[in-house]
């Protein structure tokens, strides 16, 4: 039985959404917080898919634009080895560490592994718990990589070495910050490590809105899972995803949400098939920071996944989120 009864999926579609508004304007700084890591790269071999290029790039432009003060822009500390087994299991945290991966671990992975990549592993981890501290004494904080949900306690997945938002909630309980969350999962591919690592766990609600017919193959519930079909479009998403959000934080009653937003449901995306315009993410982007907004739920922000045949898509869509995060912010 779901440790959240009487809980429905909500694919009962009401009409249009509003149109979304264009792109936030910023007429001041924001002292909202952000935090990156993509200067810490890793070898990859040429032509690889994983979109490495996209963390600078979005760096760049969040720096050029000077919507955040270049003193709430930070390198994160990383993550600490405690933090860490407090989700995934020493001797999976030894292969990491050791590099003992065996061929099949690391093709499950989908990246070469190198002791460049283990930092770089750390590090994004750091981010988002550095988000997450942000947060609850902000209200929006912003990590500018993060959003590995395919990471299992004892294994990694789909580009992903640890769970961060698992480790970040477990982290911020231990520190006696939170009691519980809310994992607001928007990425097009179901959070299956997420799901899996907070099962039986009443204290953290799991959300997820993904493609049905993506990877991966297997989707382990999470306490509310809004699977969509291929070429859903921003209409029907948007509305699916409104319903969905409400019950969630109605239901998870959360001192904290971490927002997993996702470049990849974008029409243009390799792996995408959800068909959105950049339009119906930043609305997306919208529902979601508005709602947590709307009930006085901090919120943590991680990019998570994309990638789209131009990488400058992918960068511009998570700077999307993130102007619009220093939009709510500042509300």
């Given amino acids: 039985m779901s440790k959240w009864p009487g809980l429905a999926a909500p694919y009962v579609l009401a009409d249009m959404v509003s149109p979304p508004a264009n792109s936030p304007g910023r ?23 994983f979109p490495q290029r996209k963390y600078s790039l979005l760096r760049q432009r969040v720096e050029q634009s000077g919507i955040i003060a270049p003193q709430d822009l930070h390198i994160p500390d990383p993550a600490r080895d405690e933090e860490l087994l407090r989700v ?56 500018l990589s993060g959003g590995t949900h395919h990471a299992y306690p004892d294994r990694g997945g789909g580009y992903c070495i640890f769970n961060d938002a698992a480790v970040a909630v477990r982290a911020m309980q231990a520190e006696g910050r939170i009691e519980c969350a809310v994992i607001l999962d928007c990425d097009v591919h179901q959070g299956d490590g997420t799901a899996c690592i907070f099962a039986q766990d009443p204290t953290v609600f799991t959300f997820s809105i993904h493609g049905e017919k993506n990877y991966p193959f297997y989707k ?24 969905g959000v409400e019950q969630v934080l109605e239901k998870a009653n959360a001192d904290l949400a971490i927002y997993l937003a996702g470049a990849d449901p974008y029409f243009d995306d390799h792996f995408g098939r959800l068909s959105l315009t950049k339009q119906g993410l930043l609305e997306r982007d919208r529902i979601v920071l508005e709602a947590c907004k709307g009930r006085g739920t901090p919120v943590a922000v991680v990019m998570s996944g994309g990638y789209a045949r131009k990488i400058e898509d992918v960068a511009e869509i998570h700077f999307n989120t993130v102007m619009l995060a220093v939009e709510i912010h500042d509300l």
């Fill in 88 to 143: 995934h299991t020493p001797e999976y945290l030894h292969k990491i560490k050791e590099g003992l991966l065996t061929d099949k671990e690391i093709r499950r992975i989908g990246l070469p592994w190198s002791p460049e990549l283990v930092e770089r592993s750390y590090r994004s981890v750091g981010g988002t718990l550095a988000a997450c501290r942000a947060a609850l004494e902000d209200g929006i904080a912003v990590s």
């Fill in 27 to 49: 007429g001041t700084i924001s002292p909202m917080k952000a935090f990156y890591t993509d200067t810490f790269t890793f070898p990859l071999p040429e032509n690889h898919r």
């Fill in 220 to 243: 382990p519930p999470s306490d509310l899972d809004v699977a969509l079909p291929d070429g859903t479009g921003d209409e029907a998403y948007c509305e699916a995803l409104r319903i």
